[in-house]
């Protein structure tokens, strides 16, 4: 990807939610997302449905796992226009189900709205792939998004150990309380249009071992979360050696393996996978 945007189209702030410096594109209009990619067909994106995905360019995280670091600065061009994202879908209209808004981080970028309202204008159901970092815009596109997976990194206290932000749980559990609120309105109401979710957790294994994974289960439960999957964390793409934040005290950076959900009480949620990559 190419790095050629001058940083004077960018405001560089204090966000009010996450904390951190960052740049954060300015422009609500659709036609300047910075689209890394786009996968033409997937099933696994929004499970269950056929889906394109489009990968947004930026995410103001750092978190240790991270398998999309080229995805992370939001200075980075696009690669794609979003006109050339239009005129796709516009020919996928009664092929695919679904788009999936994925990244680097969605609601990072404010064309966001504008893009998932003119994909839905289309007849496409609309998902969402986010890390809860900028609950003001999340909320604002929630009303016009059908499926979301909401990445929940760990519990409270480790958070900034995970994603390298101060505040990321904060941001995090607001936008968990949004997507709950969101769910409950929208079965509360007559005649809206069907919203569902699914929070989930990456696994390092030996970052997070079985009762820690048992205590974040509960705690997601007490929250309200119905829905829940522990994904087995990815080596591929991942910085080597991993960033060490002094996370858990006996974690091992180096194990490899699957995710140990055998202390997660399943009867906690209506549903509860645990995705073996
Ligand atoms: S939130 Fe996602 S894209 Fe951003 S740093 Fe974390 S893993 Fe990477």
């Known amino acids: 990807m190419t790095s050629s945007v001058s940083e004077s189209t960018f405001v560089t702030m204090i966000d009010e939610e996450t904390a951190p410096i960052i740049h954060r594109p300015r422009s609500q209009s659709a036609t300047s997302l910075r689209i890394a990619g786009l996968t033409p067909m997937s099933t696994v994106d929004w499970p269950g449905k056929l889906a394109a995905t489009i990968f947004l360019q930026g995410c103001s995280w750092d978190c240790f796992f991270c398998s999309n670091t080229e995805?992370?600065?939001?200075?980075?061009?696009?690669?794609?226009?979003?006109?050339?994202?239009?005129?796709?879908?516009?020919?996928?209209?009664?092929?695919?189900?679904?788009?999936?808004?994925?990244?680097?981080?969605?609601?990072?970028?404010?064309?966001?709205?504008?893009?998932i309202v003119a994909t839905r204008a289309l007849g496409f159901k609309i998902g969402l792939h986010t890390c809860g970092s900028f609950p003001t815009l999340l909320k604002r596109v929630l009303p016009y998004v059908d499926w979301v997976g909401l990445d929940v990194k760990s519990l409270r206290p480790e958070y900034v150990a995970v994603t390298g932000r101060e505040?990321?749980?904060?941001?995090?559990?607001?936008?968990l309380a949004l997507v709950l609120e969101e769910s409950n309105r929208r079965q509360d109401e007559?005649?809206?249009?069907p919203f569902t979710y699914e929070v989930r957790t990456t696994v390092h294994p030996g970052v997070m071992g079985a009762e820690y994974?048992?205590?974040?289960?509960?705690?997601?439960?007490?929250?309200?979360?119905?829905?829940?999957?522990?994904?087995?964390?990815r080596p591929d793409g991942v910085r080597q050696p991993m960033p060490r934040r002094g996370f858990l005290h006996d974690a091992d950076y180096e194990a490899v393996g699957s995710a140990d959900v055998s202390l997660i009480n399943p009867q906690l949620f209506k549903s509860f996978v645990h995705r073996v990559q």
Do not use: C
């Not at 690669?79 to 009664?94: Q, T, Y």
């Not at 505040?167 to 936008?175: G, N």
């Not at 994974?213 to 964390?233: C, I, K, P, R």
């Open 213 to 233: 994974l048992a205590e974040l289960a509960e705690s997601l439960a007490h929250e309200g979360v119905t829905t829940y999957a522990v994904q087995d964390f």
């Open 190 to 193: 007559p005649g809206s249009r």
């Open 71 to 115: 995805l992370q600065d939001p200075r980075v061009s696009g690669e794609i226009p979003w006109r050339d994202v239009l005129d796709f879908a516009r020919k996928r209209r009664g092929l695919l189900d679904a788009f999936v808004f994925s990244g680097g981080e969605p609601t990072m970028q404010r064309g966001l709205l504008e893009a």
């Open 167 to 175: 505040k990321s749980d904060s941001a995090t559990w607001r936008s």
